[in-house]
């Protein structure tokens, strides 16, 4: 059976060497609540509800999936309610939530850290809590005082769920085209009537209501994008005491039968004249959303992670114990029939990836959760702005590249296992499964990379790239001394001096074709993200150095960093070498073939 342990010395290594993170969090009031002693209880307490809770539901769960009942019911998987009344018992989700409506008021980034815990640990059951949080900060960002008090503290103790409704069946992306209407009732309340699709944790029996922020277009909105808002829909009405009401008329048509997942009921939602209050201003939910598209779009980049660490921890438990052949250097397990597979060049290499992408990827998203933290509490209007152009600029590129190489890494646990791999028992062709939806969901890799490229670059004229280069020259000039890491500063000063380059050369050919954007923006996006993973290998190498030359006792795992950045630098960050070529070789080759010549 598969299993998963919580990696709390690289969770502690990340925040505390790298990130610094008790420093960070002297900067802004919440954080002062969350001193070392704490954020460690909290870290533990995490590892042991994933571990004991979440993992032995995982397999189980995929195998029996959802259930869809006559009259639009949904039942999860045995064990997942009975988990989520823990969840909520020990008080996780209201965690990272402000105490005026029943939170801890403990910062975000430490939220983070418990929803890598049980997305790893089980990435299908985690999403139904996983969506309220946006929910939740859609409502407290933009609700109304009436709203806020309807919703928010069901929300914040996890008694209710949250859904993000978007999608429909004739469009994916391009939510101009969208169709679902909103009917003014005359009192204040709207009448919403179409149907949305592919509503992560849309349905189910695991909370007593489900509040779904809906996108509909009024009846004199202009067409476009410019012409939607945004309603809160509850399955039930909320009364003016708090308890549930009336059945709202929004039900679950069906569940899709999908490739992974299973756990996590992906529903088609019909809205027949539901009740729905507008969040906001009028043709302006596009803007609202955007908190939670930008929240959930965070979210997904954090699945990536998961999924590579899951396939490393259980690649790296099989590798040391299958054997297969001996090494071509000599034997090494003389008492065996022949040596363990990690002997090989060919499955370190395997291992190792998979290893710099969970780790890299942790650090990639815990820094991002600090700039989160600074853009909701910082009082300082410079670090507040500084934050928040830093994490618009690295959304698209966290989720679009960790997402990818988190898929990557999945492929390489089931190459570990060989053909064992392929088979259900051993877990890890759900791993694939699971991790195939995250490229997909809250905008393709593709759309993230005209994101990245078209808006926050070419239409910001760089001004957030040139502060992230700001952010990245300065680290490795403060570190250019430290030995270990000098040849990888070198490398990346380098990197970081060749984006700007191919920048400056697509920024160029798109003034004489727009398709120049289109053409290079997928191979641009994962240029990024692989310079982006870089500096954060960096990073701990220098830390791991310096707590090296402090004189640290854990030796083994400290020169284990300074290694894995070393063969990330060396064997994983050359492919930027060949996304070069294809971003400057142009759009002609992919645009001169005439839509008859591609076939029948």
Sequence with gaps: MPGYRVPLE????????????????????????????????????????????????NQSGDAEGCQWRQGGEVATPTGYKNAYEQYIASGWPS?????????????????????????????????????????T??????????????????????EWT?????????????????RTRAEPAGDGSYRLTGNKIFISAGEHDMAENIVHIVLARLPDAPEGVKGISLFIVPK??????????????????SIEHKMGIHGNATASLNFDGAVGHLIGQANEGLKCMFTFMNFARIGTALQGVAHAEWAFQNSLEYARDRLQMRSLTGV?????AADPIIVHPDVRRMLLTQKAFAEGGRAFIYYLALKADLVEHSTDSSDRDEADQLLGFLTPIAKAFLTESGFESANLGMQCFGGHGYIAEWGME??????????????????????LLGRKILMDKGQAFKA???????????????????????????????????????????????????AASVEYLMYSGYTTLGFFWAQSAVAAARALEAGEQNTDFLQSKIDTATFYFERVLPRTRGLKASVLNGPDSMMNLSEAQFGR
Aim: charged share 20%; with cysteine; aromatic share 8%.
């Design 430 to 451: 759900q791993n694939v499964r699971d991790a195939r939806i995250a490229m997909l969901y809250e905008g393709t890799t593709g759309i993230q990379a005209l994101d």
């Design 162 to 178: 949250g859904t993000m409704c978007l999608t429909e069946p004739h469009c994916g992306t391009d939510l101009g085209l969208l």
């Design 137 to 158: 900060f859609t409502i407290e960002t933009h609700g109304s005082d009436a709203q806020k008090a309807d919703y928010l503290s069901k929300l914040v103790s996890g």
């Design 95 to 135: 965690l990272s939530h402000p105490e005026e409506w029943g939170g801890q008021g403990l910062p975000s980034s430490l939220g983070m850290t418990i929803s890598e815990m049980i997305g790893t640990a089980n990435w299908a059951w985690s999403m139904y809590p996983g969506l309220s949080h946006g929910a």
């Design 332 to 336: 090494k397990a003389p008492d065996k």
């Design 236 to 253: 039930f009405l909320p009364t003016q005491e708090g308890s549930l009401g009336e059945r709202n008329a929004v039900t679950c048509g």
């Design 10 to 57: 690289d969770i502690r290594f990340v925040l505390n060497d790298v990130l610094s993170l008790q420093s960070h969090y002297s900067r802004f009031g919440a954080g002062s609540a969350a001193d070392a002693d704490t954020v460690d209880a909290i870290l533990e307490e995490g590892a042991k509800f994933a571990e004991r809770e979440l993992v032995p539901i």
């Design 468 to 518: 992230f280069r700001k952010t990245v020259s300065a680290f490795c000039r403060e570190n250019r001394e430290v030995k270990a890491a000098a040849p990888m500063l070198r490398s990346l000063r380098w990197l970081m001096m060749e984006w700007a380059y191919l920048t400056f050369r697509v920024g160029l050919s798109a003034r004489k074709n727009r398709d120049a954007v289109g």
